[in-house]
């Protein structure tokens, strides 16, 4: 039996973990991208962004353009298949990698085995902290009361449900209300809420009734167009509920502004 010092190199090495930012995150909040690089830094991971990286390619996917969703896989494929690991902070995203690829290139020759390869090392962010790398608990704070919104792809595709939850019980002072139907879209849905845009709002709506009646002062998911899509409804209502990414809570950097908002709330 070896000795941990005469180990091989191989097995003491930490995992490399190939960041998948997302369009949204690089657009819109940089500040998901950060507080993803904490959290699997202090989960002992190697974390590595690659430039070559783009979209998952989904928009295409779901409008029906197969050649530019494949064009775009294949990129993906090849900026992130060397990483031990690949982890997006976003089920929707990990969902696309994860789920869809393999079938999208199930016909290309070149491309079939790496895609499913490639999917085989995908998780969404808190799954991957949970699940892969047995995290229980956050060095966080958050005072205040907080629910929970359940993205369609992360609960549905992936499985994700629990996992949230259990590290939100780990932050300081944090209290989760559950709103009701948390499971139930927000509309959003990608070109979903383009297509059909009346659709989509009354769906929100509903959600935002939801977030409401719960009295909480702040509303988390994992997706960040999900977010959005409920933090603008929540802004146009006047609604006074903050919105952020569960991964802004769990690394401990919730003092930026809230999504759309100005808010500090919950900060001591």
């Not at 994860?98 to 995908?122: I, Q, Y």
């Amino acid at each position: 039996m070896q000795s941990e010092q005469t180990q091989p190199r191989d097995e003491q090495r930490k995992p490399r973990v190939g960041l998948f930012v997302t369009c949204l995150v690089d657009l819109f909040r940089p500040s998901v991208g950060f507080a993803a690089i904490k959290l699997l830094e202090q989960a002992g991971c190697e974390v590595h962004v690659p430039e070559a990286q783009t979209c998952c390619g989904q928009p295409a996917y779901n409008s029906g353009d197969r050649t530019n969703a494949q064009s775009i896989a294949k990129q993906v494929i090849a900026a992130f298949e060397t990483y031990d690991y690949v982890v997006a902070p976003s089920g929707s995203c990990a969902g696309m990698l994860r789920k869809h690829f393999p079938a999208l290139l199930d016909n290309d020759r070149d491309w079939s085995e790496r895609a499913v390869r490639l999917a085989g090392k995908v998780h969404e962010l808190i799954s991957f902290l949970v699940d892969v790398r047995g995290i229980t608990k956050v060095d966080a704070r958050y005072y205040g009361t907080v629910t929970y919104h359940d993205s369609c792809s992360g609960l549905r595709e992936l499985g994700i449900k629990n996992q949230p939850r259990d590290l939100l019980a780990s932050v300081d002072g944090l209290k989760l209300k559950e709103m009701p139907n948390a499971e139930i879209c927000c509309g959003f849905g990608g070109t979903f809420s383009v297509k059909y845009p009346d659709i989509s709002d009354a769906m929100v709506e509903k959600k935002t009734d939801s977030i409401e009646e719960t009295k909480a002062d702040l509303l988390l998911a994992g997706d960040l167009g999900c977010l959005m899509n409920m933090a603008g409804k929540i802004k146009r209502q006047g609604t006074p509920v903050a919105v952020r990414h569960i991964a802004e809570v769990l690394a401990d950097m919730a003092d930026d502004p809230a999504i759309g908002d100005g808010s500090t709330i919950g900060r001591q």
